[in-house]
C-alpha cells in the first residue's frame, strides 16, 4: 500500500527566510508526487507536482520541490519564506497506475514577521 | 472557468440522523472524487468516479455512506445514519481525467452531536 509522511507537524520561520517542508513516501511502481495547499475555510489548492524529467520542480506562488528517489523524498521548498505563506501544506503520492491519491498528515507551516 | 462548488458549507445534526451533500464539478471534468478530512489528518479518498461510474470505493463504509452521480455531472453523497466519528470536512474534487491534477472545492464542515 502507498503511504506519505510528513514528520513535522509544524514548521516555525521568519519572514525572509528560506523554508522547508519535508515529505517521504512509499508507493510501487514510479511515482507520481504532488503538493497541495489549505487556507482556513477553504480547500485544498494545487502547487506542483512531479511526473517525470527534471528532479527539481518549480510551482505556483515561488514554491519548488526536489524529488529524490534514493531517499523516496519529495520535500518542498520556498528561498524567501513570506507571511501570507503561513497555511497547512499536504503532501501526496499515487502510483503510474492512476490508483488513488493518498495524502500525508500535513504540516502547519507559520511565518512570523 | 468557475471552481468546484459544494453545498451545503456548515452542517449540524444528531446522531442517527441523515444528511446529504452535493458537488458541482468543474465543466468538462469526467472525475470526481470524494475525500473526508477529519481534524489535524489529510484528506482520505472515500469514492472516485469517471462519469457516471464508480472507479474505487474501496475506503467508503457501504453500510451507511453513498455516493451517486447521475448523468457524469452531479454528485451527491449521503450518511445514513450518521456517527460522532463522521464529524469531518467531506472535499468534491474533479479533474479533467483518472490521475490528472485535482480541483477541490471549499467542503462541507459536518459537526455530529
Known amino acids: 500500500a502507498q503511504s506519505v509522511a510528513q514528520p513535522e507537524d509544524q514548521v516555525n520561520v521568519a519572514e525572509g527566510n528560506p523554508l522547508t517542508v519535508k515529505c517521504t513516501y512509499s508507493?510501487?511502481?514510479?511515482?507520481?508526487l504532488f503538493w497541495y495547499v489549505q487556507y482556513p475555510n477553504r480547500g485544498l489548492q494545487f502547487l506542483l507536482k512531479?511526473?517525470?524529467?527534471?528532479?527539481l520542480v518549480k510551482g505556483s506562488y515561488g514554491f519548488e520541490a526536489e524529488f529524490n528517489k534514493s531517499q523516496t523524498s519529495f520535500h518542498l521548498k520556498k528561498p524567501s519564506a513570506l507571511v501570507s505563506d503561513s497555511a497547512l501544506y499536504f503532501c501526496?503520492?499515487?502510483?503510474?497506475?492512476?490508483?488513488?491519491?493518498?495524502f500525508g498528515g500535513g504540516t502547519r507551516l507559520m511565518v512570523k514577521p | 472557468e468557475a471552481g468546484v462548488a459544494q453545498s451545503p458549507r456548515y452542517k449540524i445534526i444528531e446522531k442517527r440522523q441523515s444528511v446529504a451533500f452535493w458537488c458541482n464539478p468543474i465543466?468538462?471534468?469526467?472525475?470526481l472524487y470524494w475525500y473526508q478530512q477529519i481534524l489535524g489528518q489529510g484528506p482520505k479518498l472515500l469514492i472516485q468516479?469517471?462519469?457516471?461510474?464508480?472507479?474505487?470505493d474501496s475506503q467508503l463504509p457501504k453500510d451507511r455512506f453513498s455516493a451517486e452521480r447521475l448523468k457524469g455531472v452531479d454528485s451527491t453523497l449521503k450518511i445514513q445514519p450518521a456517527k460522532l466519528e463522521d464529524s469531518a470536512v467531506y472535499l468534491c474534487?474533479?479533474?479533467?481525467?483518472?490521475?490528472?491534477?485535482?480541483?477541490f472545492g471549499p467542503g462541507t464542515r459536518l459537526t455530529v452531536t
Open positions: 474534487a474533479s479533474s479533467p481525467t483518472a490521475g490528472g491534477e485535482q480541483y
Open positions: 508507493v510501487s511502481g514510479n511515482p507520481y
Open positions: 512531479y511526473i517525470t524529467g527534471d528532479n
Open positions: 501526496a503520492v499515487r502510483d503510474d497506475a492512476g490508483n488513488m491519491l493518498t
Open positions: 465543466s468538462g471534468h469526467a472525475t
Open positions: 468516479f469517471q462519469n457516471n461510474g464508480v472507479v474505487d
